[in-house]
């Protein structure tokens, strides 16, 4: 149990769509940061969120973005679906050091 | 870009073996952590190793950091198969800055699976 939790655990989406997945991180961490993880494959970093700013990006596209609450808990939104944005998505929540890892956003786009 | 790259990406052994887990790059990292994923599951942190040549111990779990920071290897003795999962390497580099803090770099993984 790491205190961070993420909604929904499973989403089926359509080619063109936009989904929101949230994440509620661990009680005082004020920096969240998001991955995603292609089947059989390492996490990927999207971007981080540091006190409700960008805090950098990964190599995805804009229609990748985000957003940090004054409570750090976290939202990411993907508009324009595609086939390939089928994926584990992760939200860790960290306060200078470890990171603890939600149990995921398992999304499949079709 | 900083990668690491992970090896094997397949372990398949018989409970009671030993096995070990390489983690390399070509860039330095300022730490590098170890987790462990179960299906359906987000990563679980083993270690966090810091210092170039640093060695820790987890029971049967024994983590290595080269002495340059670029490589790590993970090695478990008498395998069970509750070791079975996806083990990940992953390296964060604060050297950039502290607005690096929490952005890390992962392997590809190594799938393990122990049988009884």
Redesign the interface.
């Known amino acids: 149990e ?1 205190g ?1 939790t993420q909604s929904p655990t499973h989403l089926i989406k359509t080619r063109g769509q936009q989904v929101t997945l949230r994440c509620s991180s661990q009680s005082g961490h004020n ?1 969240v ?1 998001w ?1 995603q993880q292609a089947l ?6 999207i971007f ?1 969120y ?1 006190r409700e700013e960008e ?2 990006r990964g ?1 995805f596209p804009p229609r990748f973005s985000g957003l940090q609450f004054p409570n750090y808990s976290s939202e990411l939104n993907v508009n324009a679906l595609e086939l390939d944005d089928s994926a584990l998505y ?1 939200c ?1 929540s ?1 306060r ?9 956003t ?1 999304l499949t786009v079709v | 870009t900083q990668l690491l790259e992970q090896s094997p990406q397949f372990l398949s052994i018989q409970e009671g073996e030993n096995l070990t887990v390489y983690c390399n790059s070509s860039s330095v990292f300022s730490s590098l952590q170890w987790y462990r994923q179960e299906p359906g599951e987000g990563p679980v942190l083993l270690v966090t190793v810091v210092t170039g040549g640093e060695v820790k111990k987890l029971k049967r779990l024994t983590f290595q950091f080269g002495d340059a920071r670029k490589d790590s290897s993970l090695h478990i003795t008498a395998a069970q198969p509750g070791d079975t999962g996806l083990y990940l390497c992953a390296g964060e580099n604060t050297y950039a800055g502290g607005t690096s803090y929490g952005k890390l770099t992962f392997g590809q993984g190594t799938i393990l699976t122990v049988h009884p």
């Open positions: 790491t961070v920096t940061s991955y059989g494959q390492g996490p990927q970093f981080q540091y805090n950098g190599n992760l860790a960290s200078g050091g470890v990171a603890f890892f939600g149990q995921g398992r």
